[in-house]
Every structure is written in C-alpha cells, then in structure tokens.
C-alpha cells in the first residue's frame, strides 16, 4: 500500500511563542496564523490548529492567496498583506506580515542592540531543545498604498513531532503572569541571606556588645569567628554581585537585562514617575500600572545596587589592610591613602545603616502595594508571577489577555 501525500506530510507542533513586549505572545502567534483560507501547508496547519486550542477566543483571520508573496531561496520569508485588520483599540489597518527565517528577518528589520541581542538569546534556547524559530515582522500599509517600516514582534517556535507547550490558558477575569526568572528570586533571597550575615557580624565587630567579659578577662577567639564569618559571607556577596553583572548582559529574560536598570527612557516615563510618587504620597488613588518595577521603584533599586557595590569596594579595601605584602592586595588598598581607614569605615558603617533603612521601607512599600493593589507581588518573589485582570494594559508590557 502507498502511503498517501496527507499520510506522509510531517506533523508539526507549536511551541512557546517570544515577543520584544509589543505584542503578547498570543498576538505574535495571531499574526503568524494569518493565512490562506484551507492552506495545507504544514506549517500554516499547525499554527492555525494550535492558536484554535490555546486561544478559543482570538478570532483566526485569513488572508487572499493574491495578497501572499511566498518565501524563496533567495528572500527566507513570505510577506502577507491583511487588510483592515483590527489592531489594539478598535483600529483597522492593512499590514504585511514578514514571516519566515530568523537571521533573515533580523536583517531585514535592522534589529540591533539590546533587543538583537535579546532575541539570539531566546532563538538559542529555543533551538537547544529542538524547536525552529519562526520570526514574525510587521509593516503598516499608508493611505497611499506604501509599505512603511518593518518592525521585528518576535517569533514562534515550530518542531515536528513534538508537544507543544501551552501559549496561554484562555480568557479569564484573572490572568497569572511570569515576571520573576528562578535566578533574579534565587539572587534576591540569597541577598537576603548575605546582607543579613554582614549586618549583624558587622554591627558585632563595630561594636562588641557581649562576649567581651570583664577588664582583663580572656575573651577568646570569638573576635576571631565572627570576623571569619563577615569576610566569608563577603565573598559570596562579591559572587553574586558579579553573577547579577553578567546575567544583565547575557539574560534571556528582559526583566533582567541592564537598560532596565534605568527606567526614565521618555518623556513618559518621568511622567510616570511623578504619577507614582503622588501615588505613594496619597494625593493620586491610581498608580501607572506597571507588570515589572514602577519608574520609583527601579530608580531606587538602581539606587541600591550602586550602593552596593560601593559597599562591596569598601569592603575589599579594608580586608586589604591586612594583606599589603601582595601586590594586587596593595593595588586594592590604594583607596586607603587618599581617604585613610577611618573615612572608609565610617563610609561602610554609613552603607550598612542606610541598607537597613532600605528594607524596612522596602517590606512596608511591598506590603502596603500588595494590600492595595492585590497583585501577589509578595508572593511572586517565591513563585515569580503576579496577577492581574484580563484586559489590563502595563506601561511596561503587552495587553493581558
């Protein structure tokens, strides 16, 4: 018997779908399942049958096969044109949908920087377990029939013979959303950990306040531990502080890139701001809604981070007090000469004071906006999603839903 064309065709599986945050997932894998109407092309099968599955409720659109410019050897994408399509706040467009090889639409969007670099990282990923990248592209058609811009949305990931992972659980009131990687909460709480060792060890050796024993009493070698134990801890602060470096350069997840780390990019955003401090100062009742860190929030995190590091380079500079017969050791104490010992230690006990202010608003703030706006942000740092309604529009991310 001979298998027939249908029987051998190769069956075809989506997977998750990426986006630079333009767009959601499920829009990205909207756009990609724009086709002919009853295209049998594998591909156009299964994107159709998987966004059927994921999302019942985004209506499927197809596309005339006169508006459909095939990919060839030469062009490594197809190039759609759909018309009046229905984009975000009820308005119609006509768009051309690039859909096809993900370096050759790179090329074609001019992607570069960061996001270029963020979107090789999550095509790398996705490749590693077997999956293709479909790189998704669209372009707004003006009023003169001219094709503006292609901007890169992100991509689609299409295995054959796999199971697909789900996009999206389907409409509800309530949508859980993954904001926090595993890493960022295993560095939080590993902080959290460490600059609580430092502290206390620090306070204790600034300050002896027990164990020292009466005026020419022996006091043993507890001196000796607890300072064993702050340099030790120390040392684990430095690792992880280099570790947050790298992820920021090297992160597949834009949460943890560096251009994060300074949220004032627009006009905007310092609009924003303002909005969120009469927020906090009780003057507004609705802040700007944000899925990760609100412009206050991450300039003071930003904040914090420098602290930090000013207080791990203070640190070493003292440990280096000890070590100034090895010549890298004595290259790290420079600092000593300019500011002598005592400024550097009062400036590390200063750090150390201003850190413990820092928590104790940071616990207040985080429950105060977990209270009120009722998000889980708490609880997102142990299991890193947070909720919110269907609908809701982030400053900072796609539509929810």
Not at 142 to 157: I, L, M, P
Not at 291 to 304: A, D, E, I
Not at 344 to 372: E, G, K, P, Q
Request: glycine fraction near 8%; charge should be neutral.
């Amino acid at each position: 018997m001979t298998a027939t064309a249908e029987e051998t065709r190769p069956k075809l599986a989506v997977g998750g779908a990426f986006t630079l945050r333009r767009l959601s997932e499920s829009q990205v894998m909207a756009l990609a399942a724009i086709s002919a109407p009853d295209s049998d092309d594998p591909v156009d099968v299964a994107l159709v049958e998987a966004l059927a599955e994921y999302r019942p409720d985004i209506e499927g659109t197809t596309a005339d096969p006169a508006d459909i410019d095939p990919a060839t050897p030469a062009r490594r994408y197809s190039l759609t044109r759909v018309r009046h399509l229905r984009l975000e706040g009820g308005i119609e467009r006509d768009l051309v949908i690039m859909r096809g090889n993900l370096r050759d639409v790179m090329a074609r969007t001019g992607l570069k920087g960061d996001d270029k670099a963020l979107v090789r990282s999550n095509a790398t990923w996705a490749q590693n377990r077997g999956w293709r990248p479909l790189a998704i592209a669209t372009a707004v058609v003006g009023a003169d029939d001219s094709v503006g811009s292609f901007r890169f949305q992100g991509f689609v990931s299409i295995g054959e013979g796999k199971t697909g992972e789900r996009i999206d659980d389907g409409p509800a009131n309530w949508a859980r959303i993954r904001v926090w990687s595993a890493s960022l909460r295993l560095q939080h709480w590993s902080n959290v950990a460490v600059i609580f060792i430092l502290s206390c060890t620090g306070y204790y050796i600034m300050d002896p306040f027990f164990g020292t024993g009466s005026p020419g009493e022996a006091t043993g070698f507890l001196m000796g531990y607890v300072r064993l134990i702050h340099f030790a801890a120390a040392f684990v602060w430095l690792l992880i502080g280099a570790t947050r470096v790298v992820v920021a350069f090297t992160s597949r997840d834009p949460m943890l890139r560096w251009n994060r780390l300074w949220p004032l990019k627009s006009k905007e955003d310092v609009r924003n701001l303002g909005r969120t401090i009469q927020h906090y100062a009780l003057i507004k009742d609705e802040p700007p809604l944000y899925l990760g860190h609100n412009p206050l929030q991450q300039l003071t995190y930003t904040g914090v981070y420098v602290l930090c590091f000013v207080q791990m380079g203070t640190g070493l500079v003292l440990f280096s007090l000890f070590h100034q017969s090895s010549p890298f050791w004595a290259f790290i104490g420079l600092p000593m000469h300019w500011l002598s010992v005592p400024i550097l230690r009062l400036i590390h006990t200063i750090i150390m004071f201003l850190l413990w202010i820092f928590v104790i608003a940071h616990i207040y703030l985080a429950v105060r906006a977990d209270s009120l706006e009722r998000h889980g942000g708490i609880s997102s740092m142990i299991n890193g999603g947070v909720w919110l309604r269907s609908g809701a529009k982030p400053v900072d991310a796609p539509a929810v839903g």
